[in-house]
């Protein structure tokens, strides 16, 4: 069984700060992605990577696969009030023949005006 | 598009009864997923489907039932609804672009039995 573990489970912080969370796995996965959840809403996509080494930028937020294809982190740049929520990782499977993805448990972020 | 859309958005359910929860997508995917969700525990996959007429079981299947005739719907089914179903149960489509099967999520159903 493919397991992610993500951390912090919590993060409060103020506008303005940098901050850093983690998504790892003692799994290889073909491909990992970030999702964004707002309360009462569903997850929505924020990026994918599939290369090892792999870094993605979306405005102020920085996502890195792993070389080894294992884990992932997401940097956040001068966080926003607009960047709270609950970020989810996700990985499909070594081959990625699977069809399906495992998540992690997700990071609760809240960044205080 | 509408995207993935589902209902009802909320429902509540008292023990042993049953209902079908919907779920639709106008994107032609042929991957379909239902999930739910409980506070801290992230998403739970409960069954999916690779294209009509094909469905499997995920982590957990149990009490929940689900069918797959056509490209554009999935319901997933609870018959004899217990506390433990109570849950936020989201329902994904996926396009499977390159194998990574990417998630477009609906709104979610909120369900609470009792």
């Known amino acids: 069984t493919q397991l992610l573990e993500q951390s912090p489970q919590f993060l409060s912080i103020q506008e303005g700060e940098n901050l850093t969370v983690y998504c790892n796995s003692s799994s290889v996965f073909s491909s990992l992605q970030w999702y964004r959840q707002e309360p009462g809403e569903g997850p929505v996509l924020l990026v994918t990577?599939?290369?090892?080494?792999e870094v993605k930028k979306l405005k102020r937020l920085t996502f890195q696969f792993g070389d080894a294809r294992k884990d992932s982190s997401l940097h956040i740049t001068a966080a926003q009030p607009g960047d709270t929520g609950l970020y989810l990782c996700?990985?499909?499977?070594?081959?990625?023949?699977?069809?399906?993805?495992?998540f992690g448990k997700g990071i609760t972020l809240s960044v205080r005006p | 598009n509408a995207g993935v859309t589902q209902t009802p958005k909320f429902r509540i359910l008292k023990i042993g009864q049953s209902m079908t929860l919907q779920c639709a997508q106008d994107m032609n995917h042929n991957y379909m997923y239902w999930y739910r969700q409980d506070p801290g525990m992230g998403l739970k996959l409960i069954y999916y489907?690779?294209?009509?007429?094909?469905?499997d079981k995920g982590e957990v299947p149990n009490g929940y039932n689900v069918s797959r005739s056509t490209t554009e719907d999935f319901p997933l089914r609870l018959e004899l609804a217990a506390p433990s179903q109570t849950s936020v149960y989201f329902c994904a489509s996926s396009p499977d672009r390159a194998l990574t099967y990417e998630q477009y999520f609906g709104p979610g159903t909120r369900l609470t039995v009792t």
């Open positions: 996700a990985g499909a499977g070594e081959t990625g023949a699977n069809s399906k993805l495992t």
């Open positions: 489907s690779v294209g009509a007429g094909i469905t």
């Open positions: 990577v599939v290369t090892g080494g």
